[in-house]
């Protein structure tokens, strides 16, 4: 600790601490331009000088770390004075066009010169100018560069944080221009960093062009739905439409101003026209809007006529805490059936294996935490599409640290670069990797592992057969386990291509518990791509547990599949889906228009017209997260509150009120009825479900993870030997193999009705390795016929660099020509052929 | 493009450094030797050999005064120095001197493409100021009559 005087008033700091959060800490605030926490160190504007006792010169307080004793004085004349000619120094080449700028209101620049700044300009020279017009850099990105106090934020952050790097600094001096590579059309992860972190209005937004200023907004500070990392963002609305998500300093959020493309510029579907506003009934083969009493009048009639094991709901991961606790509530005591489930695209026995692979019923766990780690290892996880915020938080703090990351995955992607060891391995042989890496590890310290359960599994494996099975090098497992073995501690991020495959569950519960048990500090994550999956299972919207994971009293029910199975025989007479689209999602697209075609009364209830609510007989106008109140929790187990902006649209109403509403109508004792808020929702949840006891919510937002020692483990870890070790096939008809997953640009259903995203991805896509692709005479952008044994579909192509040769990608979401009606049921990996050709 | 043998000895020079990006000065540097300036796709083959991006490229090649980044030059390209010891010792009379001599702005190109103009931030030759370069050649203690003889001297 380091005590110094910060204006007169003493304080203790840690060793290292810079100026500039010493005096935050003792209340005073120094103003910057080119700090910002997350990024390198650059000390080039001098906004942040100071003096310090005995020193003539004044230093800035961003790279100057404090010693013992020192004396800092923040707001003398001479410093006052020095900011305002830094200020001066700035504008006498800024293009003063605040009237048109659409930063005004918001602008550092312009608050900093309010407040520090020279009344006057004295510098005569002309200006430099850049350009005269202002120029496009991408869909998204609207460029001036007459504006800019060359902070490098920009060039930083994209480099830094996103891990693109496709900004640049052109030129020195005041010639300085920051912009992409001759200032052409960027091909990047158009996330709109670059536009969150300018202090000015050089990177403009171009969907918010010209459309408002932000004292006219009206906003509610809430969580992004897009992936799990939950992502505290601003949703703001001028005169009724949705003009802007935003992440800025004063959000607040663990993700500081970080958002990813979807999170920044996909909310716009919120003004989508086609959202659903009536409750609509079949009738004589067409829907037709009725009143809400009728339609729950037809639901109550329904719900008498069916039997309880006939009836079955499935919903998406997306709504609040609060929903899916009611919604398994009035399945399991009003309607008297476990068939509850809240995912079309993967099993119950596989997301149960992933629940107890990662802890996820146990407590929670931090991102920031997980970082401390001296090695990060991400496994069966496309992080950087599909928690693109998490991929930041990765690679920022692992540099910032000084930390390894490992990667093992089937597709290349962005956090590889960041890696210091990556291994590609084949889709649906994460497992059969990491019993060669625990192999490797147990090999190494039979003596000392020989107790560990399961280790006995490993026996008549060789890392010879496990590396062929997994087609990963021996060298790259013995390098992993080589650096596992050498870290104190690790953190393993596993992400949903685990349970999309039902692979590697196994394989991680033993390699977590080798590492344990060699004295190593543990910690697993689980990386989620629905923005409230976590929160779903510990409300029990899960067939085989209840709330808090806990047993279920009577029998387990049905998942999602086994529904769409009952169904096909016309054994189900009831299917109840809330805001998830079974036909777009689940894998076999014809198996499931042949279910959903025989199920008795199908209720879809969404805020769009989704494919399925497209034949259901009746459809029920939710809200969306904007107009809603309820909580999500996210991967790391964070509770964050969902507020609203404003109301459900026309006769729409909150899905908490709907499925209450539901619930009274068939309660028999009345435990539905009554004023049921999610408030009233959240205490019973408290009480159900132990992990959620610490949490409290408020008007500022909820404080509290998820508290561990108090849920029960239920849940059983498979064996390493139940992993897929089997050698690969040829397969001559259908030479790759079909992998799918969430889009950067996309995910799930809703990100297709933001017309911002679908600038981004105009049409469904195939990747495919460059080489492969080049021996097989196909070229980036050729259009491909893809035919797997299931059926077939369009895709233009995109050629990737280090990609596997015979593993080829179709993202999950794309609403023409979905990848899932390439699957057979029960299929995980589809073989498919891929031809040149419409 | 970049020949074959640019290719190959950006190669060879990648293996001298500790990481690529380290290469990309003297990379830049190979292929301006082709044609006596870089084109954006011989900037973008040099990202490529790299695995560097783009603009990464065109930071290093805009940055120095001695890559000739796109513009296409004349035969010659006079740079002159207008930093503070080159200013001090009479850098703007050398400039409009040969602006006159050449009937050209800097920055511009004399009209059969012998000559361009350009001027440059200090190139550290400041004990023997007033200087400029000529292509890859210093010319220093320059005056205006000195000048005028070697712009004579250029073919
Ligand atoms: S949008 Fe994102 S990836 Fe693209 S230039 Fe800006 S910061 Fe970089
Ligand atoms: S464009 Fe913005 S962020 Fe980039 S250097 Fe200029 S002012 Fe800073
Ligand atoms: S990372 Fe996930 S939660 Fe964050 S902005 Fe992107 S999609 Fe939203
Ligand atoms: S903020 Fe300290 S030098 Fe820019
Ligand atoms: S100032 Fe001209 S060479 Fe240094």
Known sequence: MVTLKVNGKEISVADGTLILDAAKEAGFVIPTFCYQAELSSLGSCRMCIIEIGGQKKLQPACITPVLQDMEISTETEQVEDARASMLEFLLSNHALDCPVCDKAGECELQDMVHKHGPRKGRFAEMRETFHVKDYPLSPVIVKNSNRCVQCMRCVRVCKEVVGRGVLGTIGRGAHQEETSFLKGELDCDHCGMCIEVCPVGCFMRRPYRYKSRPWDLNSTKTVCQYCATGCITKIEERDGEVIRSIASKDTEGFNGRMLCSRGRFGHDFLNNEERLTTPLLRVNGTLEPVSWDKALDVIKDKLKKSQPDRVGAVASARLTNEELYMLQKVMREGVGSSNVDASSRWSAGDSEAFIAATAIDGAGLSIDNCMEADTIFVVGSHISDENPVTDYMVRYLSASRRKTVMVASVRPMKLDRSAQITARHMPGRLGAFLAGVTLKLYEENKTKLSGVKGVKSLDGLSIDKLSKASGVAPGDIEAIAKKLSSSQSVSIMAGTDMIRLGDGTGGLCLLSDILKTLDKRVFVLPLLDRSNQRGAWDMGAHPNFGPGYSELKGDTGLDCGAMLEKASKGEMDLLYVIGDDILAMYPDRAFAEGAIEKVGFLVVQDIFLSDTGKVADLVLPGASFVEKTGTVTNQEGRVQPIKPLRKPLGKAREDLNIIADIGSMISKNGSFTGDITAETVMEDIKKDVPMYGDVECDEQGCRGFLIGGVARRSLKCISVGEEDTTELKENKKYPYYLVTGNHLFGSGTLTGSSSMLRKLIKEPTIEMCIEEAKSSGLTDGDMVTVESDGGNGKYRLQTRKKSSSKVVFIAENFNEGSVNRLYKIGERVPRVSVNKGA | ?155
Do not use: W
């Not at chain 2, 954006?40 to 980044?69: K, S």
């Not at chain 2, 035969?75 to 050209?104: D, M, P, Y």
């Open chain 2, 1 to 155: 493009m970049l020949t074959d043998k640019t290719l190959e000895e950006i190669e060879r020079i990648k293996k001298k450094y500790p990481n690529t990006k380290s290469a990309c000065m003297e990379a830049l540097q190979a292929a301006q030797r082709e044609k006596g300036h870089v084109t954006e796709c011989d900037m973008r083959a040099v990202a490529e050999a790299l695995d560097i991006e783009p603009v990464e490229v065109q930071e290093v090649g805009g940055f120095y005064t001695m890559y000739n980044v796109e513009k296409p030059k004349g035969r010659h390209h006079v740079q002159v120095c207008r930093n503070l010891s080159c200013s001090l010792l009479g850098a703007e009379h050398i400039i409009l001197a040969i602006e006159q001599e050449l009937g050209i702005k800097t920055g511009e190109t004399t009209e059969d493409d012998r000559i361009t103009l350009s001027t440059a931030e200090c190139l550290g030759s400041c004990g023997t100021a007033p200087m400029m370069q000529i292509n890859d050649e210093f010319h220093e203690d320059l005056t205006v009559d000195k000048v005028s003889d070697i712009l004579k001297g250029l073919k």
